[in-house]
Each structure stands twice: as C-alpha cells, then as structure tokens.
C-alpha cells in the first residue's frame, strides 16, 4: 500500500500544529506504507516556506518518495481538468496530484477532497 500525501497534509506535518494530524503522521511514518508525494507539492511547500521551515522541510522531502510527472501524468491530469474545471473548480496542481495518486495505484490523504471529485481516487 501507499499514500500520497497533498500539500495541506505536508504543511500540517512540517509546522507540527495539530496534534491528531501529526500522531496519525507517526503512526502511517511507522508503518510498511509507502509515503509519497507530488513534485507540485514540493513547489507548494517551497513557495510558502518561511526561512526557518528550510531545514524541516528538506528534512522531510528526503524521508519521502517523490512520484514523477512525465507524460502519462499530464495526459491523465488533462483528462481530469476537462472532466471537473467547469463544474467542480479543479485546477491544474490538484489535477496534477490526482494523477499521480491514481497512476502510482495511492490513496490520497488531504483535507480538501472537495478538489478530487476523480470517482477512481481513493482516500486515506
């Protein structure tokens, strides 16, 4: 099994501000899951680190496995932004995430499921 966790997850994770967010991070970190992430996450988290985070932030992309965007990524992303932009607001970065949670056969763990309307996503 695996997880890919969403930017929102990843930013709760580094900056250890909700309690039952980080004890369900220990436990998934402590389990035989596969954790991994999107390198549109990785833009996410960059873009909005405050000079502190560097060092936490770097320290837990490196304990992470990071899914590739190549091109059946963006085909399928493609696929998802003409299905779901118009009615459900999806845009390019959530579709991107989608993807890769799909094509890497990983549940997504996010707070905002509202942005994966995708019937075959499947959520931790």
Known sequence: MSVLVDSDILIEAS???DADLVSRWTELSRSDVAILYSPVSAAELWAGARPAESDSIDALFRALICVPIDEETGRR???YLRRYRKGHGVEL???LIAAGAVLNGAMLWTRNRKHYPMKELAFF
């Open 15 to 17: 900056r250890g501000t």
């Open 77 to 79: 992303a493609g696929d």
């Open 93 to 95: 970065g959530d579709a």
